[in-house]
């Protein structure tokens, strides 16, 4: 109580009745906020999810335990209030003291959205069209900012200087910055993905030289990890992807499809040119195939023993499986022409063989 008394001269000195009150009032504020409170919001946000607006919903549950505990802090401090009939917010410190919690837990519900995202692999999406707004990293980097607001905020409250706290951490990275020039170089680049967006997680890329391919699967500050289809989590220093030709072969729109018949030498021009009209018609034909793009069907090789048929078309999909559909399907079709044609198909690495024992 002689503490209390230096921080309120004017407290009144609570009866035991005042006492049960106040226990009473901490253990109704406890129960409002743990139960009713926190099965209004979670109402609220079912609403929300009903309407499809999942982005709402996770917003509001994931700030619901730091409103709830705001609310609690503020019953705290008015039962105390009460407890000593004094205004609490007449002493400069304990008045610094609640909006500092206040502060902390806006910026902590937050920071506890921006920390669901940035776990888990999708994006969140802000409209119907479903474009994506922010990457996991992007939501890091929106991390690490909030929390220097946080502390700078709640250190104005206190009224800390930060001029020479600035300048000492200003001088610190300048001296780190020498030390670390791999390090921060990686960072930069990481800074300047996220600025450009050349991909973004789920997305499936190699980079011209083929050494890297592979799905990505999360973006950090130094590194950036890729599922490849034989070695496993690669880390690539993002440093390095920054300075390759990357492509991103998820943007595609669509698949070309491209292969080779060789056909004997003894089948006759008409009968090769025939071939490759009733191919090329056949393909056009086809539902999923795209009418847009050149279609290739044409004998683009001859050699002593055989010629080499080309072709090529495009299937609008980048999805694998149906790809591969399409491109079973014309196939078959060209397997049943020139059967019904009687054309003779040659392998040419028999010819080649034959070429080394010979020699």
């Known amino acids: 109580m002689e503490y209390f008394h230096w921080l309120y001269p004017n407290m009144v000195v609570p009866t035991w009745i005042d006492l049960f009150i106040f226990i009473g009032i901490i253990i109704l504020g406890w129960i409002l906020q743990h139960y009713l409170l926190k099965y209004l919001i979670k109402r609220i946000a079912q609403f929300f999810e009903k309407k499809s607006k999942l982005v709402t919903a996770r917003i509001i549950e994931h700030i619901s335990r730091e409103v709830r505990h705001g609310i609690f802090t503020g019953i705290v401090f008015f039962a105390l209030a009460f407890l000593f009939e004094v205004t609490l917010f007449s002493n400069v410190s304990v008045k610094s003291f609640f909006y500092s919690l206040m502060v902390f837990y806006v910026f902590k519900g937050i920071y ?35 929390a220097l607001i946080a502390v700078a905020i709640i250190a104005s409250l206190w009224h800390f200087n930060l001029n020479g706290f600035l300048t000492g951490i200003g001088l610190t990275g300048v001296a780190l910055a020498f030390g670390i020039r791999d390090t921060s170089s990686h960072i930069f680049g990481s800074l300047s993905m996220g600025l450009d967006k050349p991909f973004q997680v789920g997305d499936f890329i190699a980079t011209e030289d083929h ?20 070695k496993g989590i690669v880390y690539v220093p993002n440093a390095y992807l920054l300075n390759k030709p990357i ?34 018609k056949q393909i056009l034909l086809h539902p999923n195939i795209s009418k ?37 399907d014309i196939i078959f079709v060209v397997k049943q022409i020139i059967d019904e044609a009687n054309m003779k198909l040659v392998d040419p690495n028999a010819f080649k063989l034959s070429g080394l024992k010979k020699d």
């Open 112 to 146: 506890d959205v921006l920390t669901y995202y940035a776990n888990h692999p999708e994006t969140f999406y802000l409209n119907e069209k479903k474009l994506p707004f922010l990457t996991p990293f992007s939501l890091r980097i929106i991390k690490s900012f909030l």
């Open 211 to 230: 050494k890297i391919e592979g799905t990505i699967q999360d973006i950090n500050l130094r590194s950036t990890l890729i599922s490849t289809a034989d």
């Open 247 to 280: 492509y991103n072969l998820s943007k595609r729109e669509k698949r070309k499809i491209e292969f080779h018949l060789y056909l004997s030498i003894e089948n006759s021009e008409e009968m090769i040119r025939n071939i490759c009209e009733e191919v090329n």
């Open 292 to 328: 847009e793009d050149l279609i290739l069907v044409y004998i683009d090789e001859i050699h002593a023993d055989y010629y080499r048929m080309l072709v090529s078309f495009f299937v609008p999909t980048n999805n694998l499986h149906q790809k591969y559909t399409v491109h079973q």
